[in-house]
């Protein structure tokens, strides 16, 4: 009874009888991105999916998936762990910035050579 049961589980999980994607998804990303990119879209991706019940983290440390439960992450740079998939979603550029007032005081360096004498970068 215990096999029937998980198979017939199986079977409508996959099935969902057309009502779309449902369930918890835990996602972990860096804050910046999450602010800026992902909190701004949360009311659309709820009306798009709601059945879907969204778990999210904000963090730059490496998360384990499997002990921490989390289904996927969203990264800057490179894939330091091969045994994951992982894909590219978007590029993302820095950019190093100053107050008109700290240049005025500091001065304006061209030279990416003299960045290390700005006190905060």
């Known amino acids: 009874m215990r096999l029937l049961a998980d198979i017939e589980e ?17 996602i972990d990303m860096p804050g910046a991105i999450g602010r800026l990119i992902v909190m701004p879209q949360l009311c659309d991706f ?9 778990m999210m983290g904000f963090g730059d440390k490496p998360v384990d998936l499997i002990q ?9 740079g490179t894939l330091q762990d091969s045994s994951l998939v992982a894909r590219r979603i978007g590029i993302f550029q820095g950019v190093t910035v100053a107050s008109p007032i700290y240049l005025e005081r500091h001065g304006v360096y061209m030279n990416a050579s003299r960045l290390q004498q700005f006190s905060c970068v």
């Not at 199986?10 to 835990?26: D, I, M, V």
């Not at 709820?46 to 969204?54: Q, S, V, W």
Request: proline share 6%; aromatic share 6%; glycine share 12%.
């Open 10 to 26: 199986a079977e409508s999980t996959f099935s969902n009888n057309g009502k779309g994607p449902h369930g918890k998804l835990r």
């Open 46 to 54: 709820h009306t798009r999916y709601p059945d879907i019940e969204l």
């Open 68 to 76: 921490e439960g989390v289904d996927c992450v969203i990264r800057v």
